[in-house]
């Protein structure tokens, strides 16, 4: 079955430090695949996506993400965590053209200062 | 910058009320789509359509409705508002290849008291 799994709902780092959020998926084909981001109140946000042009993907506000084939990964990261990242990141994949995409269950990360 | 529009932006109603919450796209996209999502937790998409008079559920079961009679406009009714349906209603919308980023409205957070 096609699925997408976000590995932990809750990440917290340090300001500064390295974030790293987690995201696999369930396919038999190589899909495409996208990080967003949703600050409170707000509705989501594109960061970046994966569209079989490039492996490594760079975003905005610093974020860049790897499809890694043989892992069946695309995990997002930013080598230094700033207090405006702090936010809820959902991953999502789109496995075909004619269904909608499918979301991760999210991941929250906080920034401490 | 994405031209997605959702009215209103909060709305508290009693129950039993018959509402309608509206979305509108200027970006002539042909997929627009709902989901509900409660705060901080994961999206659920509960409709979608491909198209004008083209409407489909989502995974989510929900007792609201939608329709799509202008390419431009996807309005979700609820006929009898309950307690169960307070919640925040995202609608987005998206080109037609499978590498479309999909484009969020801010939301309409709904409380049915």
């Known amino acids: 079955a096609q699925s997408v799994t976000q590995l932990g709902s809750h990440v917290s780092v340090s300001e500064g430090a390295l974030v790293l959020l987690r995201c696999n998926y369930s396919?038999?084909?190589?899909?495409?695949l996208f990080w967003y981001v949703q600050y409170p109140n707000q509705g989501l946000q594109l960061l970046l996506k994966?569209?079989?042009?490039?492996?490594l993907v760079k975003g905005i506000n610093g974020f860049e993400a790897e499809f890694k084939k043989s892992e069946t990964s695309f995990h997002l990261t930013k080598p230094s965590a700033h207090m405006s990242d702090a936010a809820e990141y959902f991953c999502?994949?789109?496995?075909?053209?004619?269904?909608?995409?499918?979301f991760g269950k999210g991941t929250r990360l906080s920034v401490i200062a | 910058e994405a031209d997605i529009y959702q009215t209103p932006r909060y709305l508290v109603i009693g129950t039993g009320k018959k509402i309608t919450l509206e979305c509108s796209q200027t970006m002539g996209h042909d997929k627009m789509y709902w989901y509900q999502q409660d705060p901080g937790m994961e999206l659920h998409l509960i409709h979608y359509s491909y198209g004008v008079n083209s409407t489909e559920k989502g995974d989510l079961s929900s007792e609201s409705t939608v329709s799509r009679i202008r390419t431009e406009h996807f309005p979700l009714t609820l006929e009898s508002a309950r307690p169960s349906h307070t919640s925040q209603y995202l609608c987005?919308?998206?080109?037609?290849?499978?590498?479309?980023?999909?484009?969020f409205g801010p939301g309409t957070r709904l409380t049915v008291l």
């Open positions: 987005a919308s998206s080109g037609s290849i499978s590498t479309d980023t999909q484009y």
């Open positions: 999502a994949v789109s496995f075909s053209g004619n269904t909608p995409l499918v």
């Open positions: 396919s038999s084909v190589p899909p495409y």
């Open positions: 994966y569209t079989s042009a490039a492996t």
